[in-house]
């Protein structure tokens, strides 16, 4: 489990969450070369920091054979080409930092805290039971089409449609069954209590949150007045 | 003079007070309604809630948790009073913190994907300090011995453990009733008799426990009263020691499962010259041996059982057999050739433990039309389909189907689809003695058909009634 995962430092949630934003604005507004280039190398140390070293050097390695594409292999492409693999080679690596947060949210982060830091932030509850159960849902729905994978083997059912529709018939009626049963068991144990709700994990900023966020900071500015 | 006026208000010294209830669900005229329930549980009594499928045992353990009115729609009069509160009037998040329920399927009740948080779940819900938090959830991890479950990703667990982990967050509230409906119907044995132990343990503490169930032998030493229902009616009420004394002809023509802890039949056969020949299979992933080196044989018309605890890895060797897994190293040979994958995948068929996950047509006709085999003609269907009761619900959708007829149907598109050999997975968790039977019955009469029946089960008894052989994956069971 994540949370006795001991190498490397640890984020609060909503560092990482805010990070993202961060991210996706600073690559929309960045035209100088080397802010991307600063952005994805303090993310990969960002990413090693946290104890993610071998995602880091995949993602640094992609990058690097994006650029070499760019410089090397673009110029001597024929021309229909070169609109194809710029269009590539440069919206894809816009799209890198978020990706590599992204990455960093998956890999350190359990779905607990995510929730948790909603809450602190007082987003309503209404919002934060459909999607923490929505969450809860997506590893039982994998389960499920194990199930349902084995059992077509043994029909030999074939054909795409065909196969769409037996894994979804099933899915749908144990997901009402489920519902219910999983409603029940949460109403048993409490959930529509009105009190306000405590928490067992103590979130909080520290200092690595803080330097993560005023580096972000000084990243949107730069990409503003840089050209 | 206030514990005196408190009693009576209690309703003279009893926790829970069941008085006159009638209670029919929305849309459903008989099955699982009650017919003038009274039952009067006094503080820290054990009852067992017993009777056929569909008599309305879990009807009353959700009168005493809430969840009829509160969740369930139906047709409720009369008056239920649980430590003081009337259930109809008081919101469910004030009785459950009283009250405390494990349900039937260890899946659908967990609500985190980590064991941690779900232990905290139902005290964070009422708001209780962390420290105390904490406090009761170490508490909770070594009056249980639940060590090995913290830290844990819920959906690498095991059914056993899962229950386990149910127990445990509700024991983390400590209400003062547990209301449990069904909780062994998807354990094995060992997981079982933990149950037990631990229903024996809060009963030390003073808790009542009211448990509705088919599986009695993990419960003969903790009950002090059986209440027996039929058709929603309480029938008789027996003491513990009156129950105990029930014949094995009594406790069947009331279609009650065994009191006693059964032993297989230990037949396990070392000829290994039988029609179909498992020789020293092994399956591995990534990291390590899944099991290693079975060896069976079987041959068309016998029913072998396949035994072993959670996690022993039977349910891969089915796929391995079943060819949707590949095996690291041994064979599977077929009147002494050896099957590959694609072999093995046309010749088996798996009936899973949860059918739904199997039945995709829009009628129990087109069900069968979906995985006939082409030799297999129109009226080869219907006789199959006679022989299993199931010929006057051929245009029906197979989900409006009751739990037996889906297993039935299940099994005879496996038969029109040409399979010789049948492998059940769990095929009686949560079944009374009756439905036992049949089951029993119809593996009986699959194999005087001809096919090679195997049978993965933590079910004794049925074991006892069913099958010729046995065979252990994984160690010792006993």
Redesign the interface.
């Not at chain 1, 084995?150 to 059912?157: E, F, H, S, V, Y």
């Not at chain 1, 144990?189 to 709700?197: A, D, L, M, S, T």
């Given at each position: 489990?994540n949370?006795?995962n001991s190498k490397g430092i640890r984020l609060d949630p909503r560092t990482e969450l805010l990070l993202l934003i961060i991210a996706n604005v600073v690559a929309f507004t960045y035209s100088a070369q080397w802010i991307e280039f600063a952005v994805i190398g303090i993310l990969a140390l960002l990413l090693i920091c946290c104890g993610c070293i071998k995602s880091a050097l995949k993602w640094i390695v992609f990058f690097i054979c994006l650029v070499g594409i760019q410089y090397y292999v673009i110029p001597i492409l024929p021309k229909i080409l070169v609109i194809m693999f710029s269009v590539l080679t440069v919206y894809i690596r816009k799209l890198f930092p978020c990706l590599m947060i992204g990455a960093l949210i998956l890999k350190t982060t359990?779905?607990?805290f995510l929730i948790i830091s909603l809450r602190k932030w007082h987003i309503p509850q209404k919002m934060i039971i459909p999607l923490?159960i929505t969450?809860?849902y997506f590893?039982?729905i994998?389960?499920?089409q194990r199930?349902?994978r084995?059992?077509?083997?043994?029909?030999?059912?074939r054909g795409f449609s065909r196969k769409l529709?037996?894994m979804v018939?099933?899915m749908l009626?144990?997901a009402t069954?489920?519902a219910d049963?999983?409603?029940?068991?949460?109403?048993?144990?409490?959930?529509?209590?009105?009190?306000?709700?405590?928490?067992?994990v103590?979130l909080r900023f520290h200092i690595q949150d803080y330097i993560c966020l005023i580096v972000g900071c000084i990243f949107i500015i730069a990409a503003n007045i840089t050209y | 003079m206030i514990t005196y006026l408190d009693s009576l208000f209690k309703g003279g010294n009893f926790l829970i007070n069941i008085e006159q209830v009638n209670f029919s669900y929305q849309g459903e005229e008989t099955h699982g309604s009650l017919n003038q329930i009274n039952i009067h549980i006094k503080n820290g009594e054990c009852i067992l809630l017993c009777g056929k499928s569909g008599c309305g045992k879990t009807t009353i353990t959700k009168l005493i948790n809430g969840l009829i009115p509160h969740f369930n729609q139906g047709q409720l009069t009369g008056k239920t009073v649980v430590d003081g509160m009337i259930v109809a009037d008081t919101p469910m998040y004030q009785l459950s913190e009283k009250v405390g329920s494990v349900f039937q399927n260890p899946k659908s009740q967990f609500f985190n994907i980590d064991s941690d948080s779900e232990l905290a779940f139902g005290l964070e819900n009422n708001g209780i300090a962390p420290d105390i938090i904490r406090q009761q959830v170490n508490k909770t991890v070594h009056d249980l011995h639940i060590e090995n479950l913290l830290h844990r990703d819920i959906f690498t667990m095991s059914g056993g453990e899962k229950q386990t982990l149910a127990f445990a967050s509700v024991y983390a509230m400590n209400p003062e009733i547990y209301v449990l409906d069904e909780p062994s119907a998807n354990l094995d044995r060992a997981s079982t008799l933990t149950l037990g132990k631990q229903l024996k343990h809060i009963k030390s503490q003073g808790k009542s426990i009211i448990v509705a169930e088919h599986r009695l032998y993990y419960l003969t030493d903790i009950i002090d009263r059986a209440i027996f229902i039929v058709d929603g009616k309480i029938i008789k009420e027996y003491s513990r020691e009156e129950f105990l004394k029930l014949t094995d002809e009594e406790r069947h023509q009331m279609g009650l499962r065994t009191i006693y802890q059964k032993n297989p039949p230990y037949t396990i056969k070392s000829d290994i010259d039988g029609e179909l020949q498992v020789k020293n299979l092994s399956v591995k992933d990534k990291q390590h041996i899944i099991f290693d080196n079975v060896n069976f044989s079987v041959s068309s018309g016998e029913i072998l059982g396949i035994l072993g605890s959670n996690g022993t890895g039977k349910t891969t060797l089915m796929r391995c057999l079943a060819g949707l897994l590949k095996e690291h190293s041994g064979e599977v040979l077929h009147h002494g050739k050896k099957l590959s994958l694609k072999e093995r995948n046309a010749i088996c068929y798996m009936i899973m433990q949860d059918v739904n996950h199997q039945l995709f047509g829009e009628s129990v006709w087109s069900e069968c039309e979906l995985s006939r085999d082409e030799k297999i003609t129109d009226t080869e269907i219907e006789n199959s389909l006679t022989f299993f009761d199931l010929l006057d619900f051929k245009d029906k959708h197979p989900m409006a189907l009751s739990g037996g007829q889906k297993q039935r149907l299940a099994i005879v598109t496996g038969i029109v689809a040409g399979k010789k050999i049948l492998i059940f997975d769990e095929p009686t968790s949560g079944l009374d003695y009756d439905h036992m039977c049949i089951v029993s019955q119809t593996l009986k009469d699959l194999a005087k058909q001809g096919h090679i029946i195997l049978v993965v089960t933590h079910d004794m008894e049925f074991l006892e009634m069913t099958c010729n052989q046995v065979v252990q994956i994984g160690g010792n069971y006993f």
């Open positions: 489990m949370e006795t359990p779905v607990r923490s969450l809860r590893p039982a994998k389960e499920e199930h349902i084995d059992a077509m083997k043994l029909r030999k059912i529709e037996c018939v099933p009626m144990s069954g489920t049963e999983l409603s029940a068991a949460a109403i048993t144990r409490g959930i529509e209590n009105p009190i306000e709700k405590t928490c067992i103590d | -």
